[in-house]
């Protein structure tokens, strides 16, 4: 299939394009992009490099995608930004490439939808099949698990995660870990129920959702601390296997959970 290029458009001569590729009038390809089949660049985008695309992507107008961060500890070294397959990114979205001070890479995965304004910082790692609604803005070293979904001017601090599952309210401002499965709100944001539409909607059973809902509240509603309440969770593990991302929400917290 043969690639679609806008005569105004600029492709640096080192760029590698799959089949099929569109890019739109006036948009800017920059040496060390690769670009995937199948890709579809709209006009006025900015692709910076290093950065390496996947196959089906769609990035609309006015994003900037693998620009070096503004972090000042970064001095032009050379890093990169992998993006999968299936993935839409919307208008003026901004993604920054890593930094040597971290992993050096910018990760996002698979089938997700970035929408308009949105900003991911160096560093960060995006799972498969999140959402991250208009003016999102994840600092960077930040960590979107499998399935999130954060809402509109969500405020992600550095080296926060947000598990699997999880969902964030309207402006939420999170400057601790979210575990899986758990929706939270406000500035500061704090806990405030599981996300039991989502996992509806992903088929998790009736059962599996009382078992999450469950988990809640023996971390958030039975006055216990941390250690206690992981304890728990291990023995209601035994149950389903359901369980065991909230352990892992616990476990590998370097920031401390919303409580």
């Not at 990169?80 to 910018?106: A, F, W, Y």
């Amino acid at each position: 299939m043969q690639s679609n290029i806008h005569p105004t458009a600029i492709v640096d001569e080192s760029a590698i394009l799959g089949a099929g590729v569109s890019i739109g009038p006036y948009s800017v390809v920059g040496p060390g992009v690769e670009i995937g089949d199948g890709c579809e660049i709209a006009s006025h985008v900015v692709l910076s490099g290093p950065t390496r695309l996947g196959r089906n992507n769609r990035i609309y107008q006015f994003a900037s995608v693998g620009q070096d961060t503004p972090d000042k500890k970064y001095q032009g070294e050379d890093t990169t930004l992998v993006i999968g397959d299936d993935n839409v990114i919307r208008e003026g979205v901004t993604i920054h490439r890593g930094t040597v001070q971290d992993r050096g890479e910018t990760t996002i995965g698979n089938d997700n939808l970035i929408m308009a304004y949105a900003h991911v910082g160096h560093d960060s790692v995006i799972g498969n099949h999140t959402i991250l609604v208009n003016n999102v803005a994840l600092a960077g070293h930040v960590v979107i698990c499998d399935w999130a979904i954060l809402s509109g001017f969500s405020m992600v601090h550095q080296h926060c995660t947000i598990g699997e599952h999880a969902f964030t309210g309207m402006g939420a401002a999170i400057g601790k870990d979210v575990p899986a499965y758990v929706m939270v709100a406000g500035n500061p944001c704090e806990a405030k129920t599981i996300n039991a539409e989502g996992l509806r909607r992903r088929g998790f059973t009736r059962d599996e959702i009382a078992l999450i809902n469950k988990a809640y509240k023996i971390v958030y509603r039975r006055g216990l601390t941390l250690q206690e309440a992981l304890e728990a969770l291990i023995e209601l593990r035994e149950q389903s296997e359901v369980i065991q991302p909230w352990i892992d929400s616990i476990n590998s917290s370097s920031r401390g959970i919303v409580r």
